[in-house]
Nanobody, 123 residues
C-alpha cells in the first residue's frame, strides 16, 4: 500500500483545512486509517483514526475540532480540521494499519505511512 497525503498549507488561527490521503491498491477498506502529526522538536503523536466499519477515535487535543472520514470507493481518508490553533502546526502523516485491532493509536501498529504534509497555523 502506498499513501499520498495532500492539503497542507499556511492558515491563520481559527480557519480550516482539509487533508486528504489517497491509497494505492484494492484493499483500502481492510485497513484502519489514521492521522498522526509531528511538530518541530516533538515526537510523532496520534491525531485520529477511523476503523474499517467507520467508527472514529480522536486525540483529546483535537476532539470537537477535527473530523476524520473515509471514502472506500475513492481509496481516500480525509481529515477536516476546523478552528485551527498555532499548536496544531506540524507535519501530518496518514497511515494504514492492517492488524487485527478494532482501532489503534499506537504508531507501531501502523504498517504503511504517507510522506507527510505540512500544516502551519499562524497566530
Amino acid at each position: 500500500v502506498q499513501l499520498q497525503a495532500s492539503g497542507g498549507g499556511l492558515v491563520q488561527a481559527g480557519n480550516s483545512l482539509r487533508l486528504a490521503c489517497v491509497a494505492s491498491g484494492r484493499t483500502f477498506s481492510s485497513y484502519i486509517m489514521g492521522w498522526f502529526r509531528q511538530a518541530p522538536g516533538k515526537e510523532r503523536e496520534f491525531v485520529a483514526c477511523i476503523t474499517r466499519s467507520g467508527d472514529k477515535v480522536y486525540a483529546d487535543s483535537v476532539r470537537g475540532r477535527f473530523t476524520i472520514s473515509r471514502d472506500n470507493a475513492k481509496n481516500t481518508v480525509y481529515l477536516q480540521m476546523n478552528s485551527l490553533k498555532p499548536e496544531d502546526t506540524a507535519v501530518y502523516y496518514c497511515a494504514a494499519a492492517g492488524g487485527s485491532y478494532y482501532y489503534t493509536g499506537r504508531i507501531n501498529d501502523y504498517d504503511y505511512w504517507g510522506q507527510g504534509t505540512l500544516v502551519t497555523v499562524s497566530s
